[in-house]
């Protein structure tokens, strides 16, 4: 069965260092990729999705980043963070061009900037 | 774009008691639609879900929802809630015919069930 995975669970950071979150998924290949940022009472909002190795989306602009360095590790990244990067940050995975697709979430990291 | 709004934010039900969660949505062409439920401290999860054919679909843990098509909804039933029902509750759609799935989600429904 398939697994997705997220790391760190918790980060407290200041303002202006640099961030890096995991997302990693397991028991299946070429998997579409997504990162959601959650915030109280506001939902999901997406923020990336991948279909591929090397190929990413953003949906919003923003002060975050995202790479794909293998087919199944997507990583969310910031060089300076902001005050308002702070939230819970989800990974999502679905399989790859199926008719009736579903995501999938992880367990979330929750961001704190101060 | 696709939106999708959910009518409470917050809803508080005693024991036993009947539970709809309204979902409407607003995009002109086929969409496939999805109930999340994140339990506290737990991960977002798949409640329930509709693609095609019979409108009234059923999820786990005795939760249905009806697709109405002409009304743009998708609203969340269960004719008897738990104290374990108590979640935030999530209404998705994504645009049918993509290569991929970019969900658009409401904002959640916080429901409180009290023993």
């Known amino acids: 069965s398939q697994t997705i995975h997220q790391w760190p669970a918790t980060l407290v950071q200041p303002v202006g260092s640099p961030l890096s979150l995991e997302c990693t998924v397991e028991g299946t290949s070429n998997p579409n990729l997504y990162w959601y940022r959650q915030a109280a009472g506001r939902g999901l909002q997406l923020l990336f999705y991948s279909v591929g190795i090397g190929q990413i989306s953003s949906e919003v602009p923003q002060n975050l980043s995202a790479s794909r360095p293998q087919d199944r590790q997507f990583i969310l990244s910031s060089k300076k963070l902001l005050l308002s990067d702070s939230g819970f940050y989800l990974c999502?995975?679905?399989?790859?061009?199926?008719?009736?697709?579903?995501?999938?979430f992880g367990p979330g990291t929750r961001l704190l900037v101060l | 774009a696709q939106s999708v709004s959910q009518h409470n934010h917050h809803v508080i039900l005693s024991e036993a008691a009947s539970l709809e969660l309204g979902c409407n949505y607003s995009?002109?062409?086929?969409?496939?639609l999805f109930w999340y439920v994140q339990y506290p401290g737990q991960h977002l999860q798949l409640l329930l879900k509709?693609?095609?054919?019979?409108?009234l679909v059923k999820g786990i843990k005795g939760f249905e929802a009806e697709f109405i098509k002409s009304k743009f909804s998708f609203n969340l039933r269960k004719p008897s809630v738990q104290w374990s029902d108590t979640a935030e509750y999530f209404c998705a759609v994504n645009a049918k015919n993509s290569g991929y799935s970019t969900l658009t989600f409401g904002k959640g429904t916080m429901l409180l069930v009290s023993p």
């Open positions: 999502a995975w679905s399989a790859y061009q199926t008719t009736e697709e579903t995501q999938y």
């Open positions: 995009y002109g062409g086929t969409v496939n």
């Open positions: 509709y693609f095609s054919g019979d409108p």
